[in-house]
């Protein structure tokens, strides 16, 4: 049973180039988060997506974008990189429980990309 | 608005016992999720609390107190291993959306 993949595993990249990032979620989820953890920091919340569609996002701006595929896997794309980009981004799936138990799916993590932006 | 504190780093003796801390403000609390992170690398499930008390886990052990905003998790037996970051994660569920809220996270380091 395969876990989450990212592809890739480092990546740098310069001020004001674009990049994507790509997450393959665990066998069975149905639910792709993407977090930003920058050194010594939690993880902090960009997004998540539920069929195909954005359904939450945390407080990062416009230049935060991403996407699901029918097949549940998932890109993030970061316009316009800044210095301050430069972070290990995880992705995390998860399976959508509804009903009374809604929002309490764990989640699992992948290996992350490591970005650095010079 | 959201808060959640977690001591930043703790120390303490393999085979011994260890409690890491966590309180937390949010607007609508919906669960506590408690993840290990050994540097560079992913974020690993360890528990999960929704409901007041102590969730058992092996020499894991996770309580929460909902009316406190306050959790811990108890970590027996220490050994080498355990040494990682411990991240205390909230999910908030203002608004009827569902977010995870991650501390900064205690990283322990165990000594022989």
């Known amino acids: 049973d395969a876990g989450v993949t990212q592809s890739p595993t480092h990546l740098i990249k310069t001020r004001g180039q674009q990049v994507t990032l790509r997450c393959s979620p665990k066998s069975g989820h149905d639910t792709v988060s993407w977090y930003q953890q920058a050194l010594g920091q939690g993880p902090q919340f960009i997004f998540q997506?539920?069929?195909?569609?954005?359904?939450q996002r945390g407080n990062f701006p416009d230049r935060f974008s991403g996407h699901q595929f029918p097949n549940y896997s998932s890109e993030l794309n970061v316009n316009a990189l800044l210095l301050g980009d430069s972070a290990l981004y995880l992705c995390a799936s998860s399976l959508w429980v509804a009903g009374e138990r809604e929002g309490e799916e764990t989640q699992y993590f992948g290996p992350g990309t490591r970005l650095l932006v010079l | 608005g959201q808060n959640i504190d977690q001591p930043t780093e703790m120390t303490a003796t393999e085979g011994a016992i260890v409690q890491i801390n966590c309180t937390y403000q949010?607007?609508?609390?919906?669960?506590l999720f408690w993840y290990q992170q050994h540097a560079g690398e992913a974020p690993t499930f360890l528990s999960y609390?929704?409901?007041?008390g102590l969730e058992e886990k092996g020499r894991f052990s996770s309580f929460l107190s909902r009316s406190k905003g306050y959790s811990y998790l108890l970590l027996k037996e220490l050994q080498m291993k355990d040494s990682a970051s411990y991240l205390c994660?909230?999910?908030?569920?203002?608004?009827?959306?569902?977010?995870?809220?991650f501390g900064t996270g205690t990283r322990l380091k165990v000594l022989a």
């Open positions: 997506y539920y069929e195909e569609e954005e359904r």
């Open positions: 609390n929704v409901l007041d």
């Open positions: 949010t607007s609508g609390f919906n669960g």
């Open positions: 994660a909230v999910v908030d569920d203002t608004s009827g959306t569902y977010k995870y809220i």
